[in-house]
């Protein structure tokens, strides 16, 4: 490679050849990405049409995982949990990150930089330290909530408690990607051009106009990117309930997600191959919300 | 899965036009400088809810650090806002790190192997991928943007359970090279690199040194790889952040504590403790344990944050 041909006088004045040059700087990329990618979701579609029995071993059942796990109560009792979290935390989240982004555009705060860095620093702590500190602190053992209501005689719920726990790892979640999520608006605010703010202004725009005519449409792609990682992030969520499971073990089951579902499924009850079919059909259910999520985006953008 | 990457195949472009190190990329200096900011009276309201803002997010950090300095008696008797009586953070340092043999220890060799090695390994192959994706043609080369680019949108953690399942009917479940291999491999990271890659190498340049006779593995480090610095430093970044956090993987694939990571090594550790596995309870130890583990990645995002503001300024300069 090293030896590339200097041949090749500069003839033609496109650098564009249609050569293997490319190819060959792309070639890791690929093998990695079929080791690490296409090659295990082959190998578990293909596992998970199989199925483990005492009798007879390992036999051919078509989707019947498949089947299975669509009338699974476990299953879809994870999967709607998700769901509804995905409709409460996600809105919520992206709706604190963009007041944020707009305020730190606005210009009408002190110490900027610091906010931002001071907002955007969960994103560099991870999730199981995230979900450990802050079960420590909504635990009855050192927690706050407990000494806070020591403290004031008030009658907090314990965060932990099974009515409360989904809010409380939606509050984690929240904490952990917000500042990213702010981040990524606001680099969408800082790259409308000046002069469309000049231009606004030269026209007599108020600042409800140019947030409605400029900032909001300059937010939209980026407002679409932070959507559609949160959508897969509530789909795949794991490590924070699986954290938090230690300190809450009666109010988060083994089945809580699909994703703990799906471990519990390969580790402890032993049932690979269902395990697969869930895998994989949940990460094709995620996907395809993104997709639908995605044209519904665009629809609107149309009209 | 096919079917996965077809339909996930239009994203939006703007994606890399507007994740954190890009977005600026035309404003020449931190943001505090903005033009129309210097005319903006500061707003009270918003001053306080912005401070609100940075009090959520910090406040767990700064209960870690204050709790990381108590004694585990004083963990349950003191206010956890505020330092206990004694001040035992060295104490927990050395407990943490001395305990059941330096445990600590090993999970965070392994932590900064598994990080390094899968972000520089990443990086190198993203930046090398992003590059050829961007500056040639080459036989194949839609089918290989369509095909990678649609799998952005395939979670890591789907990928952990399959991973699994083929690294175990391989052999290789339970080692080291289980938790390198899939670190990778970073979609995103081409994508990013690819766009960067075209916005920043200009074409007159490349053919420059190829005029100068340099082939083209020389090119690509003595010309398109200074160039691609800020965009190379962005994708290390995030890769070394999500290899350092990742913990569904490890989880799954690896049964030899020898060989965790700190995120597995510590919920374990807090698990036996909390559910009193562990006959200690060594609170103090999952704590400063946690306060360790995250000190390092939180200098480095500072760190790193300063290099990309200087290739950010660069880089508007030669526009």
Same mark, same amino acid.
């Given at each position: 490679m090293s030896t590339a041909p200097p041949a090749d006088p500069p003839r033609r004045p496109r650098r564009r050849r249609r050569d293997w040059t490319g190819l060959v700087f792309v070639t890791p990329f690929l093998v990695v990405f079929t080791v690490g990618i296409v090659a295990p979701l082959v190998y578990a579609s293909g596992l998970s049409l199989f199925r483990d029995q005492l009798i007879g071993g390992r036999s051919f059942v078509g989707l019947g995982n498949y089947a299975d796990a669509l009338t699974d109560a476990r299953f879809l009792e994870g999967l709607s949990r998700v769901a509804l979290f995905l409709g409460v935390q996600v809105p919520i989240m992206i709706g604190l990150a963009l007041l944020a982004a707009l305020v730190l555009d606005s210009g *009408?705060?002190?110490?900027m930089r610091f906010m931002r860095i001071g907002i955007f620093m969960?994103?560099?702590?991870?999730s199981v330290v995230a979900a450990l500190m802050w079960g420590f602190m909504y635990g009855? *053992?050192?927690g706050l909530v407990a000494q806070l209501n020591e403290a004031t005689g008030l009658a907090l719920p314990s965060p932990l408690s099974s009515t409360w726990v989904l809010a409380a790892i939606g509050n984690v979640v929240t904490w952990e990607f917000v500042g990213y999520n702010m981040l990524i608006l606001y680099a969408a605010l800082r790259a409308v051009p000046e002069e469309l703010y000049e231009a606004a202004a030269i026209d007599g725009a108020g600042e409800a106009r140019v947030a409605l005519s400029i900032k909001i449409p300059a937010l939209r792609p980026a407002l679409w990117v932070a959507t559609l990682f949160s959508i897969i992030g509530s789909f795949q969520l794991f490590n924070e309930p699986n954290v938090l499971q230690s300190l809450a073990p009666a109010a988060i089951s083994?089945?809580?997600?699909p994703n703990m579902y799906a471990y519990q499924l390969a580790?402890?009850?032993?049932q690979v191959t269902y395990s697969a079919a869930v895998a994989v059909l949940l990460g094709a259910i995620t996907v395809v919300v993104a997709y639908v999520a995605q044209r519904l985006t665009e629809r609107g953008n149309r009209r | 899965m096919r079917s996965m990457s077809a339909t996930t195949?239009?994203?939006?472009?703007p994606a890399a036009g507007t994740a954190p190190p890009h977005g600026?990329?035309?404003?020449?200096?931190?943001?505090?400088?903005?033009?129309?900011?210097?005319r903006r009276r500061t707003s009270v309201l918003l001053q306080a809810a912005m401070a609100l803002m940075v009090l959520y997010t910090l406040l767990p950090l700064y209960w870690l650090a204050v709790n990381a300095t108590k004694t585990n008696g004083e963990l349950f008797t003191s206010n956890g806002l505020w330092f206990g009586s004694e001040f035992a953070l060295w104490d927990n340092i050395v407990t943490t790190v001395t305990y059941q043999d330096g445990i600590y220890l090993t999970w965070l060799f392994n932590t900064v192997l598994y990080s390094v090695a899968g972000a520089v390994g990443a990086t190198l192959i993203c930046a090398l991928g992003g590059y050829a994706l961007a500056k040639f043609d080459f036989p194949g080369k839609r089918a290989v943007r369509a095909v990678v680019f649609g799998?952005?949108?395939?979670?890591a953690t789907a990928l952990a359970i399959p991973t699994f399942l083929l690294f175990a009917e391989l052999g290789i479940?339970?080692?080291r090279m289980a938790i390198i291999i899939p670190a990778l491999v970073s979609p995103f990271g081409l994508y990013l690199m690819t766009v960067y890659a075209a916005d920043s190498v200009p074409d007159s340049l490349l053919e420059a040194a190829r005029i100068d006779g340099a082939g083209a593995w020389t090119t690509f480090w003595r010309v398109a790889f200074r160039l691609l610095a800020p965009g190379v430093a962005t994708v290390l970044l995030f890769n070394l952040v999500h290899t350092w956090n990742n913990y569904f993987l490890p989880l799954i694939m690896l049964s030899d504590p020898a060989l965790y990571p700190l995120t597995v090594g510590l919920n374990q550790l807090n698990s036996q403790v909390t559910t009193g596995?562990?006959?200690?309870?060594v609170y103090n130890v999952v704590l400063t344990g946690s306060l360790l583990a995250i000190v390092p990645l939180i200098v480095s995002f500072l760190f790193l944050q300063r290099y990309w503001q200087s290739g950010l300024a660069a880089g508007s300069v030669k526009q």
């Open positions: *009408r705060v002190r110490a969960p994103y560099a702590v991870p009855d *053992r050192f083994t089945y809580y997600t580790f402890n009850a032993n | 195949e239009p994203r939006p472009a600026g990329r035309r404003t020449p200096a931190p943001a505090r400088t903005g033009r129309r900011r210097s799998a952005i949108t395939i979670p479940a339970d080692t596995a562990n006959l200690e309870p």
